[in-house]
């Protein structure tokens, strides 16, 4: 029998698998722009803090989750106005290190971007992506989304770090 990924609305009882995908993921893919310290212990208990208070006041957001057998496996989190020009701020993705490639983060992609375009009719979606990860960056022109921008990334990052916006100016592509 295979177990099915269930994609849910995020709730307060998620926030600490979310803060501990959340860290994780961070741990293994921006070691090459943030210092090794900002990777601590207390990389833990600030994405716990963040989470707990996120989806306990989760109003003008979305936070999707997916499940496989009961584990969370990824997740997706959305500001449905982060930008007047740009439109909702996809905030966080992250899939689990174990099962990338499965189409997880792309289905995160999809139903967010139905969310957004139900929520914020006429919106558009975008979101910041370390130049340095290149692997993510082939992931969202797979997904349709073009380059607008880019800036350098608020410390503790290391200096020098770029980040890219990526932009989807409408969404029906991407639903």
Not at 59 to 72: H, I, K, P, Q
Not at 137 to 160: C, E, M, N, T, W
Request: glycine content about 8%; charged content about 20%; overall charge negative.
């Amino acid at each position: 029998m295979t177990s099915e990924i269930v994609f849910a609305e995020a709730t307060i009882a998620d926030a600490a698998s979310i803060a501990a995908l959340h860290a994780d993921s961070w741990r293994r893919h921006y070691r090459h722009s943030y210092p090794e310290s900002f990777f601590g212990d207390s990389l833990d208990d600030d994405r716990l803090a963040v989470w707990t208070d996120r989806l306990r006041s989760s109003a003008g957001t979305y936070t999707l989750v997916a499940t496989l057998s009961g584990d969370l496996i990824g997740f997706v989190h959305v500001v449905i106005e982060g930008d007047a020009g740009w439109g909702a701020l996809v905030d966080n993705l992250h899939v689990r290190h174990d099962c990338h490639r499965r189409g997880i983060a792309s289905q995160l992609m999809k139903q967010a971007a139905a969310f957004v375009a139900a929520a914020a009719p006429g919106s558009g979606l975008y979101l910041w992506v370390l130049e340095r990860n290149v692997r993510a960056q082939a992931f969202y022109r797979a997904l349709g989304a073009a380059f607008a921008d880019q800036r350098s990334v608020d410390p503790p990052a290391l200096p020098g770090a770029l980040c890219r916006r990526c932009v989807w100016p409408g969404l029906n592509a991407l639903i």
